[in-house]
């Protein structure tokens, strides 16, 4: 367990919003369907129909923000009404460590920061030997049933959990080394198929889901919908249901992030602690929020040697 506080920051906050950039607004380019780079395909989560399926409200769109939206003076695009899941296998071009990261970008369960915290951390991650599996979950998902703040986007990171390890052998994967990455409400799903993975939340469609959906270790960065709702006590949303069984977990934070609180961070951290779960936590005094892996003037952004070492002191690659 580490705590890192960093308190000597510039005075200025980086207010951004990966959220819901706005409502959607600010859209310089659009274009339907996005695609991954060439030399990659995405292929469908599922094999037929998707469990509980609903309506959107339009086809699937790409958009690109404006000037004022941009990280690290560039822009980034984002995915809407994403009906039918997707995953993209990036696999290491060098060496291999055997270990591999599925990637949830943010978006407030609203949209997807595809390239941002999506393409943008599979070429870091396989630079590094890690295989990276980007999961383009349902969007925008409604908060009913049980699990009230992303059911939909559940259920798709149980179903790549399982491909994944299913497909182990043929992607040259360690089925024991396999785990999960995510960025705001992205990071929330890490806590969520943390700690919901004893019983897939949809009915088994084939082989991959006789396969476990624990992930291995999760990293988790500035999430949200991890203080409770109420909001008027320090303690976790009753929705992650923290065991001795969740998985070792990094957790990042900003704690002038305007979008998601840092009791976030601060409240899962506490619970895995007292459940026993080894649990490394780096807390900034700025850095605002979806800074993703672009590099600011504010330290935080510097955190991606933080999760290398952290991944080698748990045994996922060596150190």
């Given at each position: 367990m580490l705590i890192r506080y960093n308190k000597r920051m510039i005075l200025t906050s980086l207010v951004f919003a990966v959220g819901v950039v706005c409502a959607c607004g600010g859209l310089s380019a659009q274009k339907s369907t996005w695609q991954p780079s060439p030399g990659h395909t995405q292929v469908p989560l599922w094999?037929?129909?998707v469990p509980d399926a609903?309506?959107?409200?339009?086809?699937?769109?790409?958009?690109?923000?404006?000037?004022?939206?941009?990280?690290?003076?560039?822009?980034?695009?984002?995915?809407?009404?994403?009906?039918?899941p997707t995953i993209t296998v990036?696999?290491?071009?060098?060496?291999?460590?055997?270990?591999?990261v599925i990637v949830f970008p943010g978006g407030g369960y609203q949209i997807?920061?595809?390239?941002?915290?999506?393409t943008e951390i599979c070429d870091w991650l396989t630079s590094k030997g890690i295989t990276a599996v980007l999961l383009k979950y349902r969007v925008p998902t409604e908060r009913v049933g049980q699990y009230r703040q992303s059911p939909l986007a559940l259920q798709d990171a149980q179903r790549a959990l399982g491909l994944v390890r299913f497909h182990a052998a043929e992607w040259h994967i360690d089925p024991h080394k396999i785990g999960v990455i995510g960025f705001s409400a992205g990071g929330h799903m890490v806590a969520a198929v943390s700690t919901h993975f004893d019983k897939r939340s949809y009915p088994e469609v084939d082989a991959a889901d006789k396969e476990s959906c624990r992930p291995d270790f999760?990293?988790?960065?500035?999430?949200?919908?991890?203080w409770s709702s109420d909001r008027k006590t320090f303690e976790l949303n009753p929705d992650v249901p923290v065991t001795s069984h969740t998985p070792p977990t990094f957790l990042l934070q900003a704690e002038d992030d305007p979008v998601d609180n840092v009791n976030n961070s601060l409240v899962y951290y506490a619970a895995?602690?007292?459940?026993?779960v080894p649990v490394e936590m780096h807390l900034y005094a700025q850095g605002g929020h979806g800074f993703g892996l672009r590099?600011?003037?504010?330290?935080?952004?510097?955190?991606?040697?933080?999760?290398?070492?952290?991944?080698?002191?748990?045994?996922?690659?060596?150190?």
């Open positions: 094999p037929g129909a609903r309506p959107v409200t339009g086809p699937e769109t790409v958009a690109t923000t404006e000037t004022k939206e941009f990280v690290a003076g560039s822009p980034w695009f984002y995915v809407s009404n994403v009906s039918r990036y696999s290491p071009k060098g060496k291999n460590t055997g270990a591999a997807l920061a595809i390239d941002l915290e999506g999760a990293v988790a960065l500035y999430p949200g919908h991890l895995l602690k007292k459940a026993g590099r600011t003037k504010f330290p935080i952004t510097e955190w991606p040697p933080l999760v290398e070492t952290w991944l080698g002191t748990i045994g996922m690659i060596s150190e």
